[in-house]
């Protein structure tokens, strides 16, 4: 191969400019050809066609066609004869247009269920395997941290473990299609200081190692996955696509990976008018080639001329280039690209990406999702203590707005915000729309229902306030739909770029639902966001509240069928918060993953307990755990076992999310109060038990000792199930045997309604046990029908 030819195997192009979806694409793309020149353009071949389906409405069969000629084209006309790779984002489905939207990785996080996310990776890979594309941007793996930061919506969870699993259920469906995934943001880049997108991290090595490292080293390790993507951040100074470190140390040397990393969007040109850290784009592209980014997407702004330019001077070793040349073509090599027969079919004719099994799938996500945050025993509005509602008022920004169920990297909100003439292009029902069906599901008489929007997601118009009070004044119930509109970069209230200062609902939402309070009729808040906000006021307020709170990241297509049928009853409510409900914004950044100091204590005024814990969700019937089990001793680095009894002692089905938590009394550096060691959803009918248990390998304890050695080390550990992290590990913070946490400030408590936790205390014995080779640290769960 010449070096125009390798270089040619390590950039993107990408098409249909017209499009401006990524940051700062216009001046970074300046430089690209126009696609009518492609035979130009590619006389050297290509490595990777950018976004082919996903910048601009096309509709799916002609564009097949037109990519399946296009690289027979560049298998006939280029020297080498080697098809380019296509990606496309993947993040809530496939981003193309007629495609399913599912819901935000957020709602997928509430779910709790790596097996049905696992079968939405796979729909979502056969779809984009049909049309010709090979690997996916997704999915996000990024921790939360802080709930101002505008991409909350695109991740998991708070927790790393919930991360890891949920999100190498999703790697391996896509993988299994034959489309490889790719792990975003490597590494670090949730930490952004107060939530700014962008913004440098102040993250120490262990934070690095023991809380965002573990979910990708969870999806290379024990996923597979075939690609990485870097993260735009920088950590302590340095860009991480510029630091071998992780991108070569971590990555390859420590975990095997194989695979290709790809740059973020114009990250190697960031090295240079971001960072600062490059003086021209042939310096940025020799950082970020030798720390290990094979392949610059989406253009070949820096790995074309300037980085030719690099080697022929003599100021880079032709050596790395021809690392990424051999790592780029592997991948093809695995893809089929470089079979004889690659694009020798036809392509197809018809196609179908929003096929009855995408909305099965779409609808259970959703379904599992929702969380039921407060219920003073309104609802479920059907079949519930009281009489149905004759007349309901459906009111609030978000109430018929289909857009609010979908989140930024939603085909919907990313590209056909530019498009408003498309159509959506597939069938997606409002929580209005929803609402009268969902009575006929539940087998109750439809109510009469009324609408009235009351104000807009954004600004300060309170004009509609007095037709919306008037609507709630004459119903019975009031279903009051609030939240987000995503977007990207300033346009819209959540999404990438749109990171905020405060945590009150936009505009001048909390102002309609405290209007809407005063009329006296019983109150549904709804909120549909991409972020959790501080609504304490609506929770836990003095004054007037609403009779019951649901919360929705997001939920997708079929996600206004899903809230309907938590209100009605024909669903029931058993989503778990992913991230805790913040107090205020002040009280930011917070997780449960905090040690004795980061949380209340007599040593502050201020209180940074969250108003719902992590995993926390209501559901319509109650649940009891008995009989905790857990082995009385385990040498370090064995696995032990925890068993519970979980028994249905309401009288409807209800699912419980089954949360095993543990706290390492003492260690030789700080260890958080609580961490989940495990989960398990378990459904259960009315009266019935169910025995579960847990097989926890020790390395789930494992952390980074002061020699920044990955250990188990002896000593006690308390080990407890419950139903929320609201429960602390105990002693100094409070009640132990319920789910209520003292903040140890003039008296207050705050309560979380939730199931009593038995606990144990688990010896590891032996000695210090240094983690090394393998460690995925996934638990094994089984549940057992009593």
């Known amino acids: 191969m010449t070096l125009e030819e390798k270089l040619a195997q390590l950039v993107g192009y990408w098409l249909d400019q017209n499009g401006t979806v990524a940051p700062m694409q216009s001046e970074m793309a300046a430089g690209q050809k126009d696609a009518g020149l492609l035979p130009e353009v590619t006389r050297h071949g290509l490595g990777h066609y950018t976004r082919v389906y996903g910048t601009r409405p096309v509709e799916p069969a002609e564009r097949a066609a037109w990519l399946w000629a296009e690289q027979r084209r560049l298998k006939r006309e280029t020297r080498l004869g080697i098809p380019a790779l296509v990606h496309e984002e993947c993040l809530t489905g496939l981003a193309a247009w007629q495609a399913a939207t599912f819901p935000t990785p957020l709602a997928w996080g509430a779910a709790f269920d790596p097996d049905l996310v696992?079968?939405?990776?796979?729909?979502?890979?056969?779809?984009?395997?049909?049309?010709?594309?090979?690997?996916?941007?997704?999915?996000?793996?990024?921790?939360?941290q802080d709930p101002r930061w505008g991409r909350v919506d695109e991740c998991i969870a708070e927790d790393p473990y919930l991360v890891g699993t949920v999100g190498t259920a999703y790697v391996r469906g896509m993988q299994e299609a034959g489309v490889h995934a790719t792990l975003k943001h490597f590494v670090g880049y949730s930490g952004s200081r107060a939530g700014r997108n962008h913004a440098p991290v102040s993250a120490g090595p262990r934070e690095v190692a023991d809380v965002y490292l573990p979910p990708f080293e969870m999806a290379v390790r024990d996923g597979g996955v075939r690609s990485v993507m870097n993260a735009y951040t920088e950590i302590d100074g340095v860009p991480m696509a510029s630091d071998p470190t992780y991108l070569t140390g971590v990555l390859r040397e420590r975990w095997g990976f194989d695979g290709v990393v790809v740059a973020d969007y114009f990250a190697v040109a960031f090295l240079e008018v971001m960072h600062a850290v490059a003086a021209d784009r042939g310096d940025a592209a020799a950082q970020a080639l030798t720390a290990g980014i094979d392949v610059e997407l989406p253009t070949g702004d820096a790995y074309l001329e300037p980085l030719a330019e690099r080697v022929r001077s003599g100021l880079l070793d032709e050596g790395y280039v021809d690392r990424a040349v051999l790592r780029a073509l592997a991948q093809k090599e695995e893809l089929g690209l470089l079979d004889p027969d690659a694009y020798e079919d036809e392509p197809p004719a018809t196609v179908d990406l929003d096929s009855p099994r995408h909305r099965e799938l779409a609808r259970r996500l959703a379904d599992e999702s929702v969380v039921l945050l407060a219920n003073d025993g309104l609802l479920p509005l059907a079949g519930g203590t009281g009489p149905a509602p004759a007349r309901v008022a459906v009111v609030g920004p978000n109430a018929a707005r289909p857009q609010a169920l979908m989140g930024c990297y939603s085909f919907a909100n990313h590209v056909l915000a530019h498009h408003p003439d498309v159509p959506l292009g597939f069938e997606i029902a409002s929580v209005l729309d929803a609402l009268g069906p969902a009575f006929d599901e539940a087998g109750a008489p439809r109510p009469e229902i009324v609408h009235a929007p009351g104000c807009a997601v954004e600004g300060d118009d309170t004009s509609g306030f007095a037709a919306a009070v008037d609507a709630v004044a004459s119903a019975d119930v009031a279903v009051v739909v609030v939240g987000d509109d995503a977007g990207l970069f300033g346009r819209g209230t959540v999404g990438e770029g749109n990171d905020v200062e405060s945590l009150e609902l936009p505009g001048v939402q909390r102002r309609l639902v405290e209007e809407l309070l005063t009329t006296g009729t019983p109150v549904v808040l709804v909120l549909l966001t991409g972020r959790p906000y501080a609504i304490g006021w609506a929770l836990d307020g003095e004054g007037p509240r609403p009779a019951a709170v649901v919360q929705a990241f997001f939920p997708g297509e079929r996600g206004g069928e899903a809230v309907a049928g938590v209100l009605t009853g024909a669903v029931h409510p058993s989503g778990r918060l992913p991230v805790s409900l913040p107090r205020s914004t002040g009280s930011q950044p917070y997780g449960y993953l905090h040690p004795l100091l980061g949380g209340p204590s007599d040593v502050t005024a201020a209180d940074s307990t969250p108003v719902?814990?992590?995993?926390?969700?209501?559901?319509?019937?109650?649940?009891?755990?008995?009989?905790?089990?857990?082995?009385?001793?385990?040498?370090?680095?064995?696995?032990?076992?925890?068993?519970?009894?979980?028994?249905?002692?309401?009288?409807?089905?209800?699912?419980?999310?089954?949360?095993?938590?543990?706290?390492?009394?003492?260690?030789?550096?700080?260890?958080?109060?609580?961490?989940?060691?495990?989960?398990?959803?378990?459904?259960?009918?009315?009266?019935?038990?169910?025995?579960?248990?847990?097989?926890?390998?020790?390395?789930?304890?494992?952390?980074?000792?002061?020699?920044?050695v990955r250990v188990v080390e002896p000593g006690d550990v308390e080990v407890w199930v419950a139903s929320h992290a609201g429960t602390p590990a105990g002693r100094e913070l409070g009640d132990t045997t319920g789910g209520a946490i003292s903040s140890h400030r003039a008296g207050e408590r705050h309560t979380f309604p939730g199931t009593a936790t038995p606990r144990a205390v688990l010896a590891v014995t032996g000695d210090v046990h240094e983690v090394t080779g393998e460690d995925p640290r996934f638990v094994e769960v089984k549940v057992t029908a009593l």
Do not use: K
């Open 118 to 144: 696992h079968e939405v990776g796979r729909a979502i890979g056969d779809s984009m395997r049909e049309l010709g594309v090979h690997q996916g941007l997704a999915p996000v793996l990024d921790v939360i």
């Open 612 to 708: 719902r814990p992590f995993g926390f969700g209501l559901t319509y019937t109650t649940f009891g755990y008995d009989d905790l089990v857990v082995d009385p001793s385990i040498a370090a680095g064995g696995t032990f076992t925890a068993a519970v009894t979980v028994t249905n002692t309401g009288d409807r089905r209800g699912t419980e999310t089954v949360q095993l938590y543990a706290h390492d009394v003492l260690a030789t550096i700080t260890r958080p109060v609580a961490q989940l060691l495990g989960y398990a959803r378990v459904d259960l009918e009315p009266g019935e038990q169910r025995r579960v248990t847990f097989t926890v390998p020790t390395t789930r304890l494992a952390f980074s000792d002061r020699r920044m």
